[in-house]
C-alpha cells in the first residue's frame, strides 16, 4: 500500500500478511516486506532497492559513479530483468547473463570468471 493516509485498513492488513508469511518461512517478527502485483515488478524493486542501498544514488544519481553496475543473471532469467535495468538507468547491457546446467542452476566457474 502506497501510504498509512491512503489505506489505513490495508496499509496495516498488508504488515500483517507479510509478517505471516515471513513467519512460515522462519524468519522473525522483525522481518518485513512489500506486496506487488507480480513478478516484473518484484525484479524492479528489488533492483531499485539494490542500486540505492549499494551505490547510494538515492540522492546523486548514477551519473557520479566511476564504473558501470552489473547484474549477474542466470541466462535463463526473465526477461523483465532487462526492462528494470532499462528503467533504473543501468541499461540492458548491464545484465550479464551467466551459464545455466540441466537444473537452470548458475554454473559457479562461469559465474567467478564473469564477476571479475
Given at each position: 500500500?502506497l501510504?498509512?493516509?491512503?489505506?489505513?485498513?490495508?496499509?496495516?492488513?498488508?504488515?500483517?500478511?507479510?509478517?505471516?508469511?515471513?513467519?512460515?518461512?522462519?524468519?522473525?517478527e522483525?522481518?518485513?516486506?512489500v506486496?506487488?502485483?507480480?513478478?516484473?515488478?518484484?525484479?524492479?524493486?528489488?533492483?531499485a532497492?539494490?542500486?540505492?542501498?549499494c551505490?547510494?544514488v538515492?540522492?546523486?544519481?548514477?551519473?557520479?559513479?566511476?564504473?558501470?553496475?552489473?547484474i549477474?543473471?542466470s541466462?535463463?532469467s526473465?526477461?523483465?530483468?532487462?526492462?528494470?535495468a532499462?528503467?533504473l538507468?543501468?541499461?540492458?547491457?548491464?545484465?550479464?547473463?551467466?551459464?545455466?546446467?540441466?537444473?537452470?542452476?548458475?554454473?559457479?566457474?562461469?559465474?567467478?570468471?564473469?564477476?571479475?
Amino acid at each position: 500500500m502506497l501510504s498509512l493516509e491512503m489505506s489505513p485498513v490495508f496499509s496495516q492488513m498488508e504488515v500483517q500478511v507479510l509478517r505471516n508469511i515471513a513467519r512460515m518461512f522462519g524468519y522473525d517478527e522483525q522481518s518485513g516486506g512489500v506486496m506487488v502485483s507480480g513478478g516484473s515488478l518484484a525484479n524492479l524493486q528489488a533492483l531499485a532497492v539494490a542500486r540505492n542501498h549499494c551505490f547510494s544514488v538515492k540522492e546523486e544519481g548514477l551519473t557520479r559513479l566511476m564504473e558501470q553496475p552489473v547484474i549477474l543473471a542466470s541466462e535463463a532469467s526473465h526477461t523483465s530483468l532487462h526492462k528494470a535495468a532499462m528503467l533504473l538507468g543501468l541499461g540492458t547491457s548491464s545484465v550479464i547473463a551467466v551459464k545455466t546446467n540441466q537444473n537452470s542452476q548458475m554454473d559457479t566457474s562461469d559465474l567467478e570468471k564473469k564477476k571479475d
